[in-house]
């Protein structure tokens, strides 16, 4: 600041002997108005500032639209964008008494009251002109001083005479010869900009009191020593502010004058003006600020009519109730995503549903479908042997959002209670690590785990372990990277602790301090995901996350995570490529701008919701449930019959009135001791009876599993079909359903999309001859797979020829597994045919793998190592493995949309194999190694991998 000054005196002594600008007015002129090309620069100026959402551009325009020849109009979204911002700064801890003047005089001027604010998403109301009169005054010095003045003009701070007296003297003692110099290397510098403005903050109290007056006329009197010869005062800033403040107090500025050369300082302020007339400059070059004070003066200029006008006072304009609104555009973008993620049926995706809705301008509804396929998938977690702390700490936040109580769950065709907060409660959280404990502390936040001191102080104490002086860093290859997420999941966690908890308030300051070191020019923290975590704690601490901004570009991470929006206004990128967490977790923290009032909001907080039991349903309003004790009942009969031979033949069954297939085949399974997998889940995927298994895709890329009832095809799902007395379901085995069902498009399985139903009828067969004893398919047997942890999955890719042995009863499980294997597989998994020519140069024509590269190439699984090589013989790493499977998932149509993993050594992950991984991990294909990490640059092994492929496998069906 001081050194601008400086610069800005040279200046003005240079350019004592120059000649004014082409703009400058006749120094004889005695009147009032502006020049008309002056006129012309003035509304040059208006057109260039009416779209700009800065507080003082606004001001200007509200007064050059009082003008009766004002030819341009601010927009209403750029006036409520600046409501907005003023609202910000208002319940901001950190605005200074400077800030709140701002806010004050600006929203005056918009017609705001001031008393009465309201900031996004809240009741109650903020009043600045109270939180300014309460402020100290004098704590920024002596420049703070004319700006509370002026605001106490507006009407509504009430100022006492024995506090605007302590301002005068404040000033007074800071005033020097007039002209508020300062001293700088042993020199003394006026401070034109700063006399101006005590100028128009004194002009009310000219006349009625003494210590006002006699620095006024001492403020005159140094600026009239100080005015160059070409009438400036070194800069169009420092020439705006006296001639507003010339005009404040009634006098002319265009009889303010340099006493050698008679020009004036109307003339000095012209000389700046661009070359292209819609504009001021500063030290020659275009300056927004210049422009803004510049075209502040012009004004001032316009409406003087030779008796006092100061441009600061609107105290007689109408106030009436501000209130803070997103900005148009970030709403229609809030609401665009919540568009796609209405049907969506992903668990945090859900959750931001239900937090969006909550917003009195919602108009998004999320689709009742999804909602139960969430709380289904909650259900199954809740109840799963191998749910990790973190993973029920997610079902305990999401169900809690759904309205659903944890403690009360019930499985398909189940009446014993699953609790996951008992389960949870129960975990051992310390094992879960640093970053599981801030989710565990938001489940808690719901009501019904209810942690002991001690557990809570435990995962305090592991968080504080891990805080890494509040970035929750991590080290790889030797460099330190700071985790903002995680460091704003703890905001988050701790916020409810803050107050009465020491060690939770010390970790948050800490973090909160580290934050403020981490963000970038741009106001990110290096990822929309980021940014969105660190608006969502800030907002939980009661933080403006607005108020969050690089100390030297002044960006906040509100403008760092709207810089990753998409082209199509409904999503966020990660790394410039469209990115479905991004979209999801930043839609979160828009929901939670929509929602901040300037008092904590926690998003993740739900323990006000109502809640009920819940159930696990499928297809369309079907929920199969067991019957009850006392339930009346119905019989009907179930035949079961592969390709060759029947399994269940005319059972009857008795199952309650109204049951569904569903029950019957149940029913009819476990009563002949035969099992199932699928039907839970409204799928039938196979059936298996004395250790003989069959199916789907056994018999053809098309076969499995079919029912009908009474000899007709169903339109339904099992689950879904109501069955009557003396109905006849047959299950049966086809080995290809579009030939069984010509025209019809879909799976098998009794699912509810279709290929059930069609062909002729199915007629009741004679009474069979006794069935063969079915024969078992020949499985490749190992002696090295006999104790293997893997044998399971070795098994199942072996069965379906998608693996084979190294050789003759060896597998070799822990061999690596090579490039060349993985895409072999792959194509085997697919069924397709190669189309195009080999282009790698190092694979031969009669290469075992050859075909599978091609068609790893035709279908964009891999295109090589960009030399023209593939590297056949390469081993494969755990990530690559990963990537490899993602590309086939999404050839084959799967969805791929996931959360984000939570492994130890996520830092080690390369950036293009995040996705997949997270994929992988959400879909359940891999859970990563027994201590918590990815291992991602480790070597996938044969074992590993066919486990994987039959996970894919299963889940993929």
């Not at 008679?262 to 500063?282: E, H, I, K, P, R």
């Not at 024509?845 to 964009?860: I, L, M, Y």
């Not at 859970?927 to 889940?955: H, L, Q, W, Y």
Request: proline share 3%; glycine share 8%; hydrophobic share 40%.
């Amino acid at each position: 600041m001081k050194k601008t000054k400086l610069l800005a005196l040279l200046l003005a002594f240079l350019m004592l002997f120059s000649s004014v600008g082409v703009f400058a007015e006749e120094n004889t002129q005695t009147g009032y108005q502006p020049s008309t090309e002056a006129i012309k620069l003035r509304d040059n100026i208006a057109q260039v500032l009416k779209d700009v959402e800065d507080a003082w551009s606004a001001f200007d325009m509200v007064a050059y639209s009082q003008l009766p020849d004002a030819t341009v109009e601010m927009p209403a979204e750029v006036k409520q964008a600046v409501i907005n911002a003023c609202i910000d700064t208002a319940v901001s801890d950190t605005a200074t008494a400077s800030d709140l003047a701002r806010v004050e005089i600006v929203l005056s001027s918009l017609e705001a009251d001031t008393t009465e604010l309201y900031a996004i998403g809240g009741n109650g109301s903020i009043n600045n002109a109270e939180l300014l009169n309460g402020a100290n005054h004098t704590a920024s010095g002596h420049y703070s001083v004319p700006w509370v003045l002026l605001a106490n003009m507006q009407g509504a701070v009430n100022l006492t005479d024995a506090q605007v007296s302590s301002l005068i003297d404040v000033l007074s003692a800071n005033a020097g010869d007039g002209t508020f110099g300062y001293e700088w290397d042993g020199i003394t510098y006026p401070d034109a900009d700063t006399a101006g403005a005590v100028l128009a903050a004194l002009a009310p109290y000219y006349r009625i009191n003494d210590d006002a007056a006699a620095l006024v006329d001492l403020t005159l009197t140094g600026l009239g020593n100080a005015i160059g010869e070409n009438g400036s005062f070194g800069s169009a800033n420092s020439d705006a502010m006296v001639i507003i403040g010339l005009v404040a107090l009634g006098e002319n500025p265009y009889e303010f004058k340099n006493a050698t050369s008679g020009v004036s300082v109307v003339d000095g302020l012209l000389s700046a003006a661009n070359a292209q007339n819609n504009g001021f400059t500063f030290y020659g070059s275009e300056n927004a600020l210049a422009t803004e004070q510049g075209f502040r003066a012009l004004v001032a200029l316009s409406a003087f009519d030779g008796t006092a006008y100061n441009i600061y006072d609107f105290s007689s304009a109408v106030k009436t109730v501000a209130s803070q609104t997103i900005n148009a555009d970030v709403i229609t973008l809030r609401d665009n995503i919540a568009d796609v993620l209405k049907d969506v049926e992903d668990a945090w995706s859900a959750f931001d549903m239900v937090a969006y809705s909550q917003l009195p301008d919602a108009t998004v509804e999320m689709a009742a479908k999804a909602k139960q396929a969430v709380i289904n998938s909650c259900i199954d977690t809740a109840a799963s042997d191998t749910a990790t702390a973190s993973d029920l700490a997610r079902v305990e936040i999401v169900l809690r959002a759904l309205g659903v109580d944890s403690q009360e769950l019930y499985t398909y065709n189940s009446n014993e209670p699953v609790n996951n907060a008992t389960t949870l409660f129960n975990a051992n959280y310390t094992a879960s690590g640093h970053y599981a404990a801030p989710w565990i502390l938001l489940a808690d936040l719901q009501g019904n785990l209810n942690l002991s001191e001690a557990q809570k102080s435990a995962l305090i104490t592991v968080l504080q372990q891990n805080s890494a002086g509040g970035t929750f860093g991590y080290e790889w290859d030797g460099i330190q990277y700071p985790d903002p997420d995680t460091a704003a999941a703890v905001l988050a966690a701790l916020a409810s602790l803050y107050d009465t908890d020491d060690e939770a308030k010390a970790l948050c300051d800490e973090i909160l301090t580290a934050l403020d070191g981490m963000i970038t020019e741009s106001g990110s923290f290096g990822s929309v995901n980021s940014d969105a975590f660190v608006i969502i704690g800030l907002a939980a601490m009661g933080k403006n996350p607005a108020d969050m901004k690089h100390a030297t570009t002044g960006a906040s991470v509100v403008d760092g995570l709207l810089s990753y929006v998409n082209e199509d206004n409904n999503g966020f990128t990660f790394y410039g490529a469209e990115n479905f967490m991004a979209t999801e977790q930043g839609f979160r923290a828009l929901v939670v701008l929509s929602a901040f009032d300037g008092t904590a909001y926690n998003i993740y907080d739900f323990s006000d919701a109502d809640v009920s039991s819940a159930r696990q349903e499928n297809g369309e309003n079907a929920t199969p449930t067991p019957p009850a004790p006392d339930a009346s009942t119905m019989t009907v009969t179930m035949t079961i019959k592969t390709d060759s031979e029947l399994w269940i033949y005319n059972a009857k069954v008795r199952i309650p009135v109204g049951g569904k297939v569903y029950d019957a085949f149940v029913a009819a399974i476990n009563e002949n001791g035969m099992t199932a997998v699928g039907a839970d889940k409204g799928y039938v995927r196979s059936i298996t009876k004395n250790g003989v298994t069959l199916s789907e895709y056994d018999k053809g890329k098309n076969s499995g599993w079919l029912y009908k009832v009474n000899g007709t095809k169903p339109s339904v799902g099992l689950t879904s079909y109501v069955l009557n007395e003396g109905d006849d379901i047959v299950w049966y085995y086809t080995e290809d359903w579009i030939v069984d069902f010509p025209g019809v498009s879909g799976g098998f399985g009794g699912g509810s999309g279709g290929g059930f139903g069609g062909g002729s009828p199915a007629s009741k067969p004679e009474e069979p001859e006794q069935p063969e004893t079915p024969t078992k398919p020949e499985v490749p047997t190992f002696a090295d797979t006999d104790n293997h942890w893997a044998k399971d999955g070795i098994k199942y890719v072996t069965s379906l020829g998608i693996m084979n042995g190294v050789e003759e009863g060896k597998f070799a499980p822990d061999e690596k597994l090579t490039r060349g294997m993985l895409v072999t597989m792959l194509y085997r998994l697919s069924g397709d045919e190669v189309m195009g020519e080999n282009e790698f140069l190092d694979i031969v024509d009669d290469a075992w793998f050859k075909d599978a590269a091609v068609w790893a190439k035709e279908k964009g699984i891999t295109s090589g190592y960009g030399d023209g090589t593939f590297g056949a013989d390469d081993s494969v790493t755990r990530e690559q493995l990963v990537v490899f499977l993602m590309r086939y998932a999404e050839l084959i149509e799967m969805d791929t949309k996931a959360e984000q993993s939570e492994f130890k050594d996520d830092g080690a992950i390369s950036e293009w194999a995040t996705k997949a991984i997270n994929w992988a991990k959400s879909a359940g294909v891999v859970s990563g190694r027994d201590d918590g990490t990815f291992d991602p640059k480790g070597n996938a092994t044969r074992g590993e991998i066919a486990v994987v492929f039959m996970r894919f496998c299963e889940m993929s069906r």
